[in-house]
């Protein structure tokens, strides 16, 4: 089945830096999404990419479709506190369910 | 609009019992999903409603698992005999037609099968 590799896995970093994580599939997907789920809650929706290698940004996050439909990035400048959690990349087909392929999840977590 | 709603939050069964999860999407959504997570994984798709119509199963869906949506409204997961397996948090989602999968999902409900 389509899979989704998602790196880095976990991030440790401080207060104020900037952070990056990226996915990448061996299948096209017409539609990449980011969501951030916190301890116990389910995702939540932070950035939906319709197009490929359309550029959007959401305050301090910014994401973007590869041009490939194949990878997407999520940066988030200017780390806080509030933004520790699991990030999770997920990948749309248009066909049918419209259902999601989700990656494994960057855990992030930040040091003040 | 007061979101997803999902009950119990937490579930403790002991195995071999049935469980009964319950969703409420958000009221004008027609499509509503069911996904499952396992601890330290994405959630991964069950299966989804069209209105009342269920469309769509995973292979993950054993006989065992059965969902309803029988208004089109709030949607049902029954988990008959369950298994140790089945531990996880399990995920519903709603969204409006073809073209946004903006999913808004609910907190889960977390079942413990001991």
């Known amino acids: 089945g389509q899979q989704l590799n998602q790196s880095p896995q976990s991030m440790f970093i401080q207060e104020g830096e900037d952070v990056s994580m990226n996915c990448t599939s061996s299948s096209i997907f017409n539609t990449w999404l980011w969501y951030k789920q916190d301890p116990g809650e389910g995702p939540v929706l932070l950035i939906a990419l319709y197009k490929a290698g359309e550029l959007t940004s959401n305050g301090r996050l910014t994401a973007q479709f590869g041009i490939t439909r194949k990878d997407s990035f999520l940066n988030i400048s200017a780390s806080i506190p509030s933004d520790v959690g699991i990030y999770f990349c997920?990948?749309?087909?248009?066909?049918?369910?419209?259902?999601?392929?989700f990656g494994q999840g960057t855990r992030l977590t930040i040091n003040p | 609009d007061t979101g997803v709603s999902q009950d119990p939050r937490h579930k403790i069964t002991k195995r071999g019992q049935n469980v009964t999860f319950r969703c409420d999407p958000i009221?004008?959504?027609?499509?509503l999903y069911w996904y499952r997570q396992t601890l330290g994984q994405g959630p991964e798709f069950l299966t989804y409603f069209q209105n009342e119509a269920q469309l769509e199963k995973s292979r993950l869906l054993s006989d065992r698992f059965s969902a309803e949506r029988p208004k089109g409204s709030f949607s049902t997961l029954e988990i008959q005999r369950t298994e140790q397996g089945d531990s996880a948090m399990y995920l519903c989602a709603s969204t409006t037609g073809t073209g946004n999968y903006g999913y808004t999902f609910g907190s889960g409900t977390r079942l413990t099968v001991v």
């Open positions: 997920a990948g749309g087909v248009i066909q049918g369910a419209q259902k999601l392929v």
């Open positions: 009221s004008e959504h027609n499509r």
